[in-house]
């Protein structure tokens, strides 16, 4: 009986090796931890892309500044 229970495990660790050396691998593609990734993310929705929905950013304007006409000497 211990036999059989031994060649039985020979033969399930030779058939888990014979299989796990089976299947052909699959293509991997290296992506760095510090670059994004391309594709749709959890924010970026389909396009890929972060938009920003709002009014535009207006252009500031200095406001007008009334000359100063230059102080004139005092007279004695």
Same mark, same amino acid.
């Given at each position: 009986m211990n036999t $059989?229970?031994?060649?039985m495990m020979?033969? *399930?660790i030779g058939l888990w090796l014979?299989? *796990?050396c089976a299947t052909p691998?699959?293509?991997?593609?290296y992506q760095p931890d510090n670059e994004l990734k391309p594709g749709? *993310? $959890?924010?970026? *929705?389909e396009a890929g892309v972060y938009t920003i929905h709002g009014p535009q950013p207006q252009e500031e304007k200095e406001p007008a500044r009334e000359q100063e006409a230059? @102080?004139?000497? @005092?007279s004695q």
């Amino acid at each position: 009986m211990n036999t $059989l229970k031994r060649l039985m495990m020979l033969i *399930g660790i030779g058939l888990w090796l014979l299989v *796990g050396c089976a299947t052909p691998p699959q293509p991997f593609d290296y992506q760095p931890d510090n670059e994004l990734k391309p594709g749709p *993310g $959890l924010f970026t *929705g389909e396009a890929g892309v972060y938009t920003i929905h709002g009014p535009q950013p207006q252009e500031e304007k200095e406001p007008a500044r009334e000359q100063e006409a230059p @102080a004139e000497p @005092a007279s004695q």
